[in-house]
């Protein structure tokens, strides 16, 4: 049985502590390269563990809260630890870990500036990201995504050239623009409705709307629905999704922290956060706004899959890749439908794994290389066994083949379809494991078996630094392992949902 119980050693505030301290104490160690990345590695490492702690107790059904401060009646500054936020905690704090190795390896052999600039903001989006995660009401969400923004901005206009800066621009006005002009409208009308923006962490079924409010106001309560899901760009739903290839511009680590750990994951945690704990299964079903948006989600999923088969630059395929991928978490909360639902929770953490393995690949390939065009990559792969290897292994992922964890998913949302009764969203899914298909195996073909192209000197070429091989090959054998055994994550799942 769930018990919502206040966390007697504050530890929510511990790990938010360590990672709100980290960046300054980068800062501080700034003239010392090897002290700055140090501070990295053990600030996600401790944020880490502790977040671990709690994994017993939310097993057993309880809710970690802790609240910081009251702003007003019904709006606090409060955090929670539940089945839902503990997935996306524990993510961003174990490959926070990961990226660090990597930037190292990156930052240092290709000799980048700003490197202090660089660790400090990328140090404060992972402090962003378990905010979200932890928050207990949407004021408090709403204030970490906005801090996940602000402080990515500087990521994406790393380079502080004019294509930098465009890109940047881009990012930050479709994300600020959006949670602005939508999301802020949305709290209030929460608030108006309901007198609090506490959601109700304890039960996914019922929601924070009360029922006299959705059957007295069914037409307002959908507006405040259809604003949520707008002003959550980051989820990168169609038409708000361009920001998320204009921001190709930034370092591959960086691109691996938009696309896999921090930002869109904040978006389609938030976006379940708010159908789930916020508005409710029974509350979406009644409004009948489930299905319209999983009609969303499965042509965003389509349509970006048919856009990366255009695109030869290989981080362009793979931002498009990752807004397709997004939207399998979106369709199958939005399904409604219990195995639906946990299909796509399950996938917040099954593509983070298999997505930051393949932009860790590009980023390897690249160090090594410096190609970044796919038709140009032909025999790299016998060049660099391990790194085309895991690309490999995480590009079967998000095709959706067994043993790999992006199966496990896709598994789940078929049969969540089937069991919605949608068969267009059961032909969306079934029609995007072709197409990803389609633009994942002529890469592992061109990198293993092509001759390479004329006047290329392949031999000249070796894998990328340790620093940067070694996590992708270990992100890409725990996407083998979240495969073979899915109740890792799906167990937090079944808590959140009585499933």
């Known amino acids: 049985m769930t018990g919502i119980i206040s966390d007697p050693n504050l530890r929510m505030l511990a790990v938010l502590l360590v990672t709100m301290l980290a960046p300054f104490a980068i800062w501080f160690a700034r003239r010392d390269e090897n002290k700055r990345e140090s501070i990295s590695l053990?600030?996600?490492?401790?944020?880490?563990?502790?977040?671990?702690?709690?994994?017993?107790?939310?097993l057993n059904g309880e809710i970690y809260q802790c609240t910081l401060f009251t702003i007003m009646p019904g709006i606090t500054v409060s955090f929670a630890v539940d089945g839902l936020g503990i997935i996306f905690a524990l993510v961003a704090s174990f490959l926070w870990m990961f990226a660090t190795s990597y930037n190292i390896g990156y930052m240092r052999t290709l000799n980048e500036h700003a490197q202090t600039r660089y660790y400090f903001c990328f140090a404060v989006a992972i402090f962003g990201a378990i905010g979200v995660s932890f928050s207990s009401n949407i004021f408090t969400l709403y204030l970490f995504y906005e801090v996940i923004t602000?402080?990515?901005?500087?990521?994406?206009?790393?380079?502080?050239?004019?294509?930098?800066?465009?890109?940047?621009?881009?990012?930050?006005?479709?994300?600020?623009?959006?949670?602005?002009?939508?999301?802020?409208?949305?709290?209030?009308?929460?608030?108006?409705?309901?007198?609090?923006?506490?959601?109700?962490?304890?039960?996914?079924?019922?929601?924070?709307?009360?029922?006299?409010?959705?059957?007295?106001?069914?037409?307002?309560?959908?507006?405040?629905?259809?604003?949520?899901?707008?002003?959550?760009?980051?989820?990168?739903?169609?038409?708000?999704?361009?920001?998320?290839?204009?921001a190709m511009v930034a370092p591959t680590p960086v691109s691996a922290l938009l696309h896999a750990v921090a930002v869109v994951k904040a978006g389609v945690f938030s976006v379940c956060r708010i159908m789930l704990s916020a508005f409710g299964t029974d509350t979406m079903d009644i409004l009948g706004v489930g299905i319209p948006t999983a009609y969303l989600a499965a042509l965003t999923i389509v349509v970006a899959s048919l856009i990366a088969m255009t695109k030869n630059d290989l981080k362009a395929r793979l931002a498009y890749s990752t807004v397709s991928q997004l939207s399998y978490v979106v369709i199958g909360v939005a399904m409604l439908t219990p195995m639906a639902v946990q299909g796509g929770m399950a996938h917040i953490a099954h593509h983070a794994f298999s997505k930051i393995t393949l932009f860790f690949a590009a980023g390897a390939i690249y160090v090594a290389t410096h190609v970044k065009q796919i038709d140009k990559m032909n025999g790299f792969g016998r060049r660099m066994p391990w790194t085309f290897g895991a690309f490999s292994i995480a590009a079967l992922s998000m095709i959706g083949m067994p043993p790999?964890?992006?199966?496990?998913?896709?598994?789940?949302?078929?049969?969540?379809?089937?069991?919605?009764?949608?068969?267009?969203?059961?032909?969306?899914?079934?029609?995007?494991?072709?197409?990803?298909?389609?633009?994942?195996?002529?890469?592992?073909?061109?990198?293993?078996?092509?001759?390479?192209?004329?006047?290329?000197?392949?031999?000249?070429?070796?894998?990328?630094?340790?620093?940067?091989?070694?996590?992708?090959?270990?992100?890409?054998?725990?996407?083998?392992?979240?495969?073979?055994?899915?109740?890792?994550?799906m167990n937090f799942i079944k808590v959140f949902g009585h499933f």
Not at 168 to 185: D, E, I, N, Q
Not at 204 to 220: C, D, K, R, S, W
Not at 410 to 433: C, E, F, H, P, R
Not at 451 to 466: M, R, W
Request: negative net charge; aromatic residues 12%; charged residues 10%.
């Open 42 to 58: 053990i600030a996600g490492f401790i944020a880490f563990a502790l977040i671990l702690s709690f994994v017993p107790g939310i």
């Open 150 to 246: 602000v402080f990515t901005y500087p990521l994406v206009a790393h380079h502080e050239d004019e294509t930098s800066f465009a890109g940047a621009r881009k990012y930050l006005v479709y994300l600020m623009g959006t949670s602005k002009l939508f999301l802020l409208p949305a709290m209030v009308l929460t608030y108006v409705l309901c007198g609090t923006l506490d959601m109700n962490l304890g039960d996914a079924v019922t929601g924070m709307f009360p029922a006299q409010v959705v059957a007295e106001q069914p037409i307002l309560v959908t507006v405040t629905y259809v604003l949520y899901i707008a002003g959550l760009a980051k989820a990168a739903l169609m038409p708000f999704h361009n920001w998320l290839p204009s």
């Open 404 to 489: 790999v964890c992006g199966f496990v998913s896709k598994w789940y949302l078929v049969n969540g379809a089937l069991q919605a009764d949608q068969m267009i969203l059961l032909v969306a899914l079934l029609l995007s494991t072709a197409l990803n298909a389609a633009y994942f195996v002529p890469i592992i073909i061109r990198g293993f078996f092509f001759k390479p192209v004329e006047g290329a000197n392949i031999e000249q070429y070796s894998e990328a630094p340790l620093t940067m091989v070694v996590p992708l090959c270990i992100t890409a054998t725990i996407s083998v392992i979240l495969g073979i055994y899915p109740e890792i994550f």
